[in-house]
């Protein structure tokens, strides 16, 4: 099925108020980001999205594929499943190599056997661009760390998965190259809808749904100014992610000789790492 556009309906919030936006559509290849403070219902709304939600939530909101309420069949049989969630606490329990993983998915979502290598290398090429650790074909699932896990998710997602919907919990606090990685999803013609607290997640999408006490209370789109302020953020964002992993490699920060915040690299004068 071609998924063109998703309709949130609006419900109420946590008092029974009428959502003041009553609906909003989010069509393919556009990514909308959720922002509000703790406690606003920003899970929620995108767990409604996650069931297909007919008014039986507390929130009371309908979600619409295409215009029209979707086929019961979508919310119950998994192979008609058309979401993809990435959230905060996912982990491979799955006691597999990653290849042997990758490859069993592709060919469930029937992928033909002469392009499952060719898919596995591709998935895994691209989880490596989202984590500094990279990720081998041979490893066991069980020993990822909570990026790698995450990289390997995304980009399973990207390549695999094939759902047309994508849902993102706060992926800034998982550990990998976040805006690379929607850059990915959006990329596929997916449609994205992000729970983010960063700057540059929430401003990298084309309008921001603002939430409080549960319920949606305005949507923003994102501004001439605020798309140039992005493109700033983003490289003092290179700048904070080339130092940190320079920490994390155990060498000194100082004297940097040369800095592209395009690419994120940096040159540092060689002087060492200092063990006490
Ligand atoms: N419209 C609503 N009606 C009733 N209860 C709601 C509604 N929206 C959210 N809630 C409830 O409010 C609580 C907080 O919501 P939620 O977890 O979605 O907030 P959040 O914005 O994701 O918070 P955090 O930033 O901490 O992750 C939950 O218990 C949820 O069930
Ligand atoms: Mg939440």
């Known amino acids: 099925m071609i998924?063109?556009?998703?309709?949130?309906?609006g419900g109420v919030n946590k008092d029974g108020v009428a959502e003041p936006v009553s609906e909003i559509s989010v069509k393919n290849g556009e990514i909308i980001s959720i922002?509000?403070?703790?406690?606003?219902?920003?899970s929620t709304f995108i767990a409604d999205i996650e069931q297909l939600a007919q008014n039986d939530t507390p929130s009371g909101r309908r979600i619409l594929i295409n215009h029209a309420t979707p086929d019961p069949g979508m919310r119950r049989d998994p192979r008609m499943k058309c979401i993809a969630q990435l959230s905060q606490n996912m982990h491979f329990l799955a006691d597999m190599e990653v290849?042997?993983?990758?490859?069993?998915?592709?060919?469930?979502?029937?992928?033909n056997s002469e392009t499952l290598d060719y898919i596995v290398e591709r998935t895994i090429e691209l989880a490596n661009r989202l984590t500094?650790?990279?990720i081998c074909a041979d490893e066991p699932l069980t020993i990822l760390s909570g990026g790698q896990s995450r990289a390997l998710m995304t980009a399973d997602i990207a390549v695999i998965s094939d759902s047309p919907i994508v849902l993102i919990d706060e992926i800034e606090n998982a550990g990998i190259?976040?805006?690379?990685?929607l850059k990915l999803l959006a990329g596929e013609g997916k449609l994205v809808v992000v729970v983010t607290h960063d700057p540059v997640l929430a401003l990298m999408a084309k309008r921001r749904i603002v939430m409080q006490?549960?319920?949606?209370?305005?949507?923003?789109?994102?501004t001439k100014k605020e798309r140039s302020l992005?493109?700033?953020?983003?490289?003092?964002?290179n700048w904070m992610i080339a130092l940190r992993e320079t920490i994390r490699?155990?060498?000194?920060?100082?004297g940097v000789r040369h800095f592209e915040p395009e690419h994120g690299r940096m040159e540092l004068e060689r002087t060492g790492a200092v063990f006490a």
């Open 3 to 9: 998924i063109t556009e998703l309709t949130i309906i």
């Open 35 to 42: 922002v509000g403070p703790t406690g606003s219902g920003k």
């Open 99 to 111: 290849g042997e993983f990758l490859r069993m998915h592709a060919k469930s979502r029937g992928r």
């Open 132 to 134: 500094g650790e990279p």
């Open 177 to 181: 190259r976040k805006q690379e990685a």
């Open 213 to 222: 006490n549960g319920g949606v209370v305005g949507i923003i789109e994102t």
């Open 230 to 237: 992005c493109k700033s953020l983003v490289r003092m964002d």
């Open 249 to 254: 490699h155990g060498e000194l920060v100082e």
